[in-house]
């Protein structure tokens, strides 16, 4: 019962103070925190170089898939499976398809088919892209050399 009556003692004053400080620590924990997250913070994360494109059989002979997400264009003919970047070679916007090949939206440079500059400013054609088959018949698309 003692204990209580301390409690209800407790001034305005200084249970300001006390107030106070607790915010003050509270406040000092956060920015702290924050701190380490910013020294934890990695301006160039890992970028994903392999991807797992699925079943063979997903892409028919002859077909010629657009992979949005990479960007790239999966070829499959008859000498097998082959891929296009279409990242433009000029300035590293991604490509649209066109009727006769791909057209690049920021600085209106025209890839053919196979991916070779029909019209500037690129200068380069597309980078060719490494396609691998594995054992269970799955499709894994490089795009590191």
């Not at 001034?11 to 702290?32: H, M, N």
């Not at 301006?43 to 657009?66: H, N, W």
């Not at 649209?96 to 090949?101: I, K, L, N, Q, R």
């Not at 500059?117 to 490494?130: D, E, I, M, N, Q």
Request: glycine residues 6%; negative net charge.
């Amino acid at each position: 019962m003692q204990w209580k009556n301390k409690m209800t003692e407790i001034s305005r004053r200084d249970f300001l103070k006390l107030a106070r400080d607790g915010f003050l620590y509270l406040s000092g924990a956060l920015a702290f925190v924050g701190f380490l997250r910013f020294l934890d913070y990695d301006p160039k994360p890992a970028v994903q170089t392999e991807f797992d494109l699925g079943s063979v059989e997903k892409y028919p002979l002859g077909s010629r898939t657009i992979l949005t997400e990479i960007p790239a264009i999966l070829i499959h003919a008859e000498s097998g499976f082959t891929a296009l970047s279409l990242v433009c070679t000029h300035l590293g916007c991604t490509l649209e398809s066109s009727a006769d090949g791909f057209i690049c939206p920021c600085h209106n440079s025209r890839f053919d088919a196979e991916g070779r500059v029909t019209h500037g400013p690129a200068a380069k054609s597309l980078p060719t892209l490494r396609v691998e088959v594995r054992e269970n018949n799955t499709l894994i698309l490089h795009t590191a050399e």
